[in-house]
């Protein structure tokens, strides 16, 4: 079972691979957006682990809704809204009651959080988004978590030839061809995260 211990550190992992990667992250933004796409995602999860540290959840759920909330508040563009509805969701398909979830059940409820993306970019699959790593891997982690962890690596990686057809990377229409998207890279780091902390729990589900 997955506790309320294990989403927080889901959430302090994956705050260390975002601060970790952060210049990477704005490279690659650099080219098909606004450039500060690390620098965001940066801000946002520091204000979510200074969160968690300052009023730490009872469950699972009310992690990611906490963390949500945070990334919303803290990031701006397109970034907080779509990161923070992406736990937001998440956590509310998981409810706030539930001291524990199964991997099963979380997948259920990352399949809603993607889902909610999927609404309110008004993206699917193929459009050079997040949704090209978070849709994979919410199918996948029914599986496992190193499954979701390759199916989101994977997936940010087959944007590199595809035209954007969302986002301000859409404005270059085929000069966006040739980059890996940044929102699908954060993504995989997100699932990456979560596959770690599932390894250091043992592979509990």
Do not use: C
């Given at each position: 079972?997955?506790?309320?211990?294990?989403?927080?550190?889901?959430?302090?992992t994956?705050?260390?691979?975002?601060?970790?990667?952060?210049?990477?992250?704005?490279?690659?933004?650099?080219?098909?957006?606004?450039?500060?796409?690390?620098?965001?995602?940066?801000?946002?999860?520091?204000?979510?682990?200074?969160?968690?540290?300052?009023?730490?959840?009872?469950?699972?759920?009310?992690?990611?809704?906490?963390?949500?909330?945070?990334?919303?508040?803290?990031?701006?563009?397109?970034?907080?809204?779509?990161?923070?509805?992406?736990?937001?969701?998440?956590?509310?398909?998981?409810?706030?009651?539930?001291?524990?979830?199964?991997?099963?059940?979380?997948?259920?409820?990352?399949?809603?959080?993607?889902?909610?993306?999927a609404?309110?970019g008004?993206?699917?699959?193929?459009?050079?988004t997040?949704?090209?790593?978070?849709?994979?891997?919410?199918?996948?982690?029914?599986?496992?978590f190193?499954?979701?962890?390759?199916?989101?690596?994977?997936?940010a990686?087959?944007?590199?030839?595809?035209?954007?057809?969302?986002?301000?990377?859409?404005?270059l229409?085929?000069?966006?061809?040739?980059?890996?998207?940044?929102?699908?890279?954060?993504?995989?780091?997100?699932?990456?995260?979560?596959a770690?902390?599932?390894?250091?729990?043992?592979?509990?589900?």
């Amino acid at each position: 079972m997955l506790d309320t211990d294990f989403f927080r550190r889901w959430m302090t992992t994956t705050a260390a691979a975002v601060d970790r990667e952060a210049a990477h992250l704005t490279d690659l933004d650099s080219a098909i957006g606004d450039a500060d796409h690390g620098s965001n995602l940066q801000r946002g999860f520091t204000a979510v682990t200074a969160a968690l540290d300052k009023e730490p959840p009872r469950t699972p759920g009310a992690v990611l809704i906490l963390a949500g909330r945070q990334l919303i508040s803290t990031v701006g563009g397109a970034s907080g809204p779509l990161y923070g509805t992406l736990l937001r969701r998440t956590g509310k398909a998981l409810g706030d009651d539930a001291p524990a979830v199964t991997r099963d059940e979380l997948a259920r409820a990352l399949g809603a959080g993607v889902a909610a993306v999927a609404q309110l970019g008004g993206a699917q699959a193929g459009d050079k988004t997040m949704l090209d790593a978070l849709l994979p891997a919410a199918e996948a982690l029914g599986t496992s978590f190193e499954a979701a962890r390759d199916a989101a690596r994977a997936g940010a990686l087959a944007t590199v030839p595809l035209q954007a057809r969302k986002g301000r990377a859409s404005y270059l229409g085929e000069r966006s061809i040739g980059h890996q998207d940044p929102g699908a890279t954060s993504s995989a780091l997100l699932i990456a995260a979560l596959a770690e902390t599932g390894d250091a729990a043992g592979g509990a589900a």
